[in-house]
């Protein structure tokens, strides 16, 4: 099935121009992930977004990226907080319930102008890392934790490994940097990565 492409409206700045940049619902791709990744019978099939199946997610095209500390963002994921009240607050549900009929829990939103132009697999690579941004939580024991109702628990989650390349030229591999070696000498389930773009979910949370 091929992977979804952002709309052409979104690509003609000449539409947009006094408005900087725009976003608009991206259903399509939320389906698309949702049959392809998430379900089992999906044709990139992880395992490791079986918590994600029946979440309360929204994907949006963003009609172009933005730069932040120097390093081009083309994906995000956050989760959806109002930090205002009254008419602030009340604008801003307002305007998730037109894009979405509702105010989800989580947002993903990819650079449209990116996205138009990747490979297939800096496309896939893009949409998992922000999947994996939106995590199964754990309770007090480290095991998976669950709603009353039994669905799973989610949150916000930083990347698995964060260290610099003198560190372990230096002293070595801690656990999680050998885990990433380990897999990155394997060979790739899914296809070559040629992606250079920074992480709009950390530099968010670091700002």
Same mark, same amino acid.
């Given at each position: 099935?091929?992977?979804?492409?952002?709309?052409?409206?979104?690509?003609?700045?000449?539409?947009?121009?006094?408005?900087?940049?725009?976003?608009?619902?991206?259903?399509?791709?939320?389906?698309?992930?949702?049959?392809?990744?998430?379900?089992?019978?999906?044709?990139?099939?992880?395992?490791?977004?079986?918590?994600?199946?029946?979440?309360?997610?929204?994907?949006?095209?963003?009609?172009?990226?933005?730069?932040?500390?120097?390093?081009?963002?083309?994906?995000?994921?956050?989760?959806? =907080?109002?930090?205002?009240?009254?008419?602030?607050?009340?604008?801003?549900?307002?305007?998730?319930?037109?894009?979405?009929?509702?105010?989800?829990?989580?947002?993903?939103?990819?650079?449209?102008?990116?996205?138009?132009?990747?490979?297939?697999?800096?496309?896939?690579?893009?949409?998992?890392?922000?999947?994996?941004?939106?995590?199964?939580?754990?309770?007090?024991?480290?095991?998976?934790?669950?709603?009353?109702?039994?669905?799973?628990?989610?949150?916000?989650?930083?990347?698995? %490994?964060?260290?610099? %390349?003198? %560190?372990?030229?230096?002293?070595? =591999? !801690?656990?999680?940097?050998?885990?990433? %070696?380990?897999?990155?000498?394997?060979?790739?389930?899914?296809?070559?990565?040629?992606? !250079?773009?920074?992480?709009?979910?950390?530099?968010?949370? !670091?700002?």
């Amino acid at each position: 099935m091929a992977r979804p492409m952002p709309p052409a409206s979104m690509l003609d700045c000449s539409e947009f121009s006094d408005f900087g940049i725009r976003l608009t619902p991206a259903t399509e791709v939320w389906e698309w992930l949702q049959n392809q990744i998430l379900a089992d019978t999906g044709s990139i099939h992880n395992e490791d977004h079986a918590h994600l199946l029946d979440a309360d997610i929204q994907v949006m095209w963003a009609s172009s990226a933005f730069t932040k500390k120097g390093r081009t963002v083309v994906g995000q994921a956050e989760q959806v =907080a109002f930090r205002a009240g009254g008419w602030q607050k009340a604008r801003m549900e307002q305007q998730m319930f037109d894009w979405f009929g509702e105010v989800p829990a989580y947002i993903i939103t990819l650079a449209a102008d990116y996205c138009a132009q990747c490979s297939d697999a800096d496309f896939c690579a893009l949409v998992e890392h922000e999947l994996y941004h939106i995590a199964h939580a754990t309770d007090k024991y480290g095991q998976p934790a669950f709603t009353k109702d039994g669905a799973p628990k989610l949150e916000m989650r930083g990347h698995d %490994v964060e260290e610099f %390349v003198g %560190v372990v030229r230096r002293y070595g =591999a !801690s656990h999680d940097v050998q885990a990433l %070696v380990d897999a990155a000498n394997s060979p790739a389930e899914v296809g070559k990565l040629n992606i !250079s773009r920074a992480c709009g979910t950390c530099l968010l949370k !670091s700002a």
